[in-house]
């Protein structure tokens, strides 16, 4: 990826993936009319950030769900749409994290990644 992550001002590990979706957010008055031509009143264009990690120790993982347990919080990102690094308000959407392993002899990374998606405020 290029570009850095930080949430909150803060630098975090670069996910192994990485991608931007865009949004365009429909008023309820959008749709088809009566002759079949679509109508579209759109009210907002929001940034859907979609990001998963590799394997990840207690500390990593830990301090990335950390990060993002608030409200709201800023984002800084590469943003195709500029064209270079953006930041924005987010919330984010669920958040999985998958077991690496139960087996003491693996202790230092328990956690086979993490997935987790920002939508923009």
Avoid at 25 to 36: K, V
Avoid at 42 to 48: E, L
């Amino acid at each position: 990826m290029s570009g850095s992550l930080a949430i909150n001002g803060k630098s975090v590990k670069t996910p192994k993936e990485f991608s931007v979706g865009l949004q365009d957010i429909d008023a309820d008055s959008s749709g088809r009319n009566a002759s079949g031509q679509m109508v579209r009143d759109v009210i907002a264009k929001k940034v859907k950030l979609e990001m998963k990690w590799g394997s990840l120790s207690d500390a990593e993982i830990a301090s990335l769900l950390r990060d993002v347990d608030g409200k709201f919080f800023s984002v800084t990102y590469p943003d195709p749409k500029v064209g270079g690094q953006a930041t924005k308000t987010f919330y984010a959407g669920d958040r999985t994290s998958p077991s690496y392993s139960w087996n003491d002899k693996y202790k230092s990374m328990k956690w086979e990644g993490l997935s987790m998606n920002f939508v923009e405020q």
